[in-house]
């Protein structure tokens, strides 16, 4: 009987990890503080999970920030710049790759494949001196040891790690980063080499760029480094973990040829393919880690049909070498639905988190092994037969809305040019108008007010009364700062997809359903389960209220279709975009109620419509052409003179650039600081960008506040290949976790640049 899980949530059930972090950071609690509630945590996950009954048990998949961030640790690949002197790499040096300092900004950061996890893009070039720097592995495998679990260390693969950095400054087009192979394996090699010593007798590689579309030379390098490792590893059992997709033939067959590999971990969910190429061929004697059980989503596993997966991969492998496992880290999904207090029972029987999967994972071990719990697979049964019969789940008249979408191309009449002459006219514009992206900081009291209020301990009058207050503070702070489109702050917001959930049907809400997003930044994607559709209007009331305070143009603040969807547990019952064009349909209504208050300026924002992409190119395609339609069809219905923004985070889009475009908003603003400006090589190269466009002039995800010289000097290099007359100046993105002893500064040297620049102009 044996079950595996991938890797396991770190933040814990309620959080632990994230208050403890921050509170660190503030210089509210010592190093010592911190590092007591990371050992409580890690302890109770291995406590749980070997109660279960998991035989193989993950370690090394907890992190202070981030697991990527963890190996350039461990490989003592920190950039020059953080000053680093030798030695085990402490907190100091470590938060400031992930945080910057007060002097240094911090390293890029960038999404975890498809996830909304994001990690620290290590930066190499051909003078890094690698150096075991980090014995976290070899140190947690021992503290688990010293608990009583003898557990498999998880390390990232070498070849995926070089294939997820980036080469460092100056050396960008010329460097191969897989040409570090030979310097980074005998570092590997020692940390093995220490984790053989203090007993393990498992490893796991995780390598889930195997997934990626790799050319021969990629698929080579994955061969070389496992030749190489191939002495210093034996005596162990490998498993070489995969996940996110199904593999290619090419990437299946250089798998399973790998020298001194024992297993192999495979995403049996989202791999459409593996399970035949399985069946084709597995390799005599070797384990086969099944990933049956959902890492990304919040349903409960369907056990009828992932027993009947196993037992026909059982025939294929053989009884001893099938491992019942997740598909991926239960880094992805939530932690454990004990703690939802307010879902209804009928909900609850179809979901399971984190601490539920690992349970699933080891009844489908079970029952493989002839001890089958038939009564948790019964009501398992009931409940997956109940949630496709709730008439909670469908709405005919939603379905037929959103299916005669389908094949069809909604667009504004008037072309972008035109467009924003009419809007121009009515808003009457500075050149390089300011502007920020929604949010303002939002302090405790302001939670605490919401909190108040959702918990009816403060009446509606008292929370609408302090909102307002909130909204004033900000409108007239934005007017003193002399910004030119102003926001209203969101401060009745708590998360940007949540709000917009509550309000419409087929969602349902978790109180501790929270996901680590990038270092203590978790987020509480909301469970879509049945069809979706828009009772009232959602954020009228508020933007006329801001814009009532203001002669200045007030942007009503909504969030796009794709990125609900894509930060939402989405249904597995019907396709994404399905579900996408029902939000759609919501969002439309919204937009439209919203001009008809006078709002002139619509924010739409697709904060994470990049990362919705497929890893494979070849579902591209068909992707981007649903979710660019589902962000037209929101707003094909407005007049010339509504000018529709639009927003994205993250880099990392030059490749869907065209997609952005025909996205067709008038203005569009776009995190980019963190990138090194990756986003205007685009137009260098000659993409002709004819909207209003603000590629971020400053970093919000640090506290560092930049200079206005820094951020003219930004605006220039913008300026070099934008038209003046299109380009507006913002932050990267929201302002919701800074401080305002941050913000005010940092705002007011960007408009002063914008105001320094105009002048030159
Ligand atoms: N309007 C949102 C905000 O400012 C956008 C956040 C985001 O893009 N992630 O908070
Ligand atoms: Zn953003």
């Known amino acids: 009987m044996a079950s595996h899980i991938v890797g396991y949530p770190r933040m814990g059930p309620k959080r632990e990890l994230k208050f403890a972090l921050e509170s660190f950071w503030d210089k509210k609690s010592s190093a010592e503080d911190l590092q007591k509630v990371a050992a409580d945590l890690r302890s109770s996950i291995w406590k749980q999970m070997s109660d279960a009954g998991i035989k193989y048990i993950p370690s090394n998949t907890f992190s202070y920030y981030d697991q990527v961030l963890d190996a350039t640790s461990m490989l003592g690949a920190v950039p020059p710049r953080y000053g680093w002197n030798g030695g085990e790499i402490g907190f100091d040096t470590y938060f400031s790759m992930a945080r910057g300092n007060a002097s240094v900004p911090a390293m890029e950061m960038t999404k975890w494949f498809d996830t909304n996890y994001h990690f620290i893009v290590p930066e190499l070039g051909p003078d890094v001196n690698f150096s075991y720097a980090s014995h976290k592995a070899v140190d947690e495998y021992k503290e688990a040891k010293a608990l009583g679990v003898n557990t498999v260390p998880v390390l990232i693969g070498p070849v995926s790690y070089l294939l997820l950095s980036k080469p460092a400054k100056g050396v960008e087009k010329t460097f191969s980063l ?43 390098a994955f061969t070389a480094a496992y030749d190489d490792l191939e002495s210093t590893l034996s005596g162990l059992n490998v498993l070489i973990e995969t996940y996110f997709a199904d593999l290619t033939a090419e990437a299946y067959k250089t798998l399973i040829g790998l020298k001194g590999v024992t297993a192999y971990g495979l995403d049996l969910v989202r791999g459409a393919q593996t399970l035949d190429l399985v069946k084709s061929n597995f390799p005599k004697g070797k384990y086969l ?128 040019s035109a467009r924003l002459d009419a809007q121009q006219k009515k808003l009457n514009l ?77 969602f349902a809400f978790t109180v501790n359903g929270w996901v680590q997003s990038y270092g203590s930044r978790c987020v509480k994607p909301p469970i879509i389960y049945g069809d979706v559709s828009r009772p009232k209007p959602m954020t009228v009331f508020w933007s006329s209220t801001a814009q009532s305070m203001t002669a200045r143009p007030m942007k009503g603040m909504l969030t796009g279709p794709v990125t609900i969807l894509n930060w939402s547990f989405v249904r597995n019952d019907q396709p994404r975009f399905e579900t996408c064009y029902q939000i759609a349909l919501a969002i439309k209504d919204e937009v439209e109620d919203l001009e008809k208050a006078s709002i002139n300026v619509i924010q739409i924002d697709e904060a994470a419509l990049r990362e919705g992409l497929p890893l494979r190119k070849s579902e591209h395609a068909f992707y981007l052409k649903w979710a660019v339609h589902s962000f037209r069809i929101t707003n094909c219905g407005v007049q010339d003179t509504t000018q529709i923004h639009t927003h994205m985070c993250y880099s990392n889009f030059n490749d869907i650039i065209h997609s952005i475009i025909d996205m067709d908003a008038d203005v569009i603003t776009i995190e980019n600081s963190r990138s090194d400006e990756k986003l205007l090589s685009v137009f260098r190269e000659g993409v002709k960008y004819g909207a209003g466009i603000g590629p971020g002039v400053y970093d919000i995800h640090s506290p560092r506040i930049p200079s206005t010289e820094e951020i003219a000097d930004r605006i220039n290099k913008m300026l070099a290949v934008l038209e003046t007359n299109i380009l507006w100046v913002n932050p990267d993105c929201g302002l919701k976790t800074r401080k305002y002893a941050e913000v005010k500064p940092a705002l007011n040297n960007m408009v002063a640049a914008a105001k320094l620049l105009r002048t030159q102009l």
């Open 178 to 220: 897989l040409s570090l192979l030979p310097k980074i394996l005998p570092i590997y090699k020692e940390v093995i080499s220490e984790l053989k010593a203090a007993g393990a007798s498992w490893i796991q590689f995780d390598e889930p760029t195997l997934v990626l579309d790799l050319d021969s030379h990629k698929l080579q």
């Open 289 to 416: 880690f099944a990933g049956v059980v959902d890492g990304r989503n919040i349903w409960a596993n369907d056990l009828a049909a992932s027993f009947s997966t196993l037992k026909e991969l059982e025939a294929v492998v053989g009884k001893e070498n099938l491992v019942v496992s997740t598909s991926c880290s239960l880094l992805h999904t939530a932690v454990d639905l004990v703690n939802e207090t307010k879902l209804d029972d009928e909900i609850k029987s179809w979901l399971a988190f984190a601490a539920q999967k690992v349970v699933e994972v080891n009844a489908l071990a079970k029952a493989l092994a002839g001890q089958k719990d038939e009564a948790f697979f019964s009501a398992n049964a009931a409940a997956q037969a109940s949630r496709k019969s709730s008439p909670r789940v469908t709405n005919e008249a939603v379905q037929k809305a959103a299916a005669a979408l389908k094949g069809s191309d909604h667009r504004r009449a008037t072309n972008v």
């Open 430 to 506: 500075p050149i390089l108008p300011t502007t920020t992206i929604g949010s303002f900081p939002q302090t405790l009291e302001l939670r605490r007010v919401r909190r108040e209020f959702k918990a009816n301990k403060i009446s509606e009058d008292d929370y609408i009364k302090a909102i307002k207050e909130e909204i004033k503070k900000v409108v007239d702070l934005q007017e003193e700062l002399d910004i030119d489109v102003l926001v209203h702050g969101e401060p009745e917001r708590n998360d940007m997809v949540e709000y917009f959930g509550e309000q419409l049907s087929g």
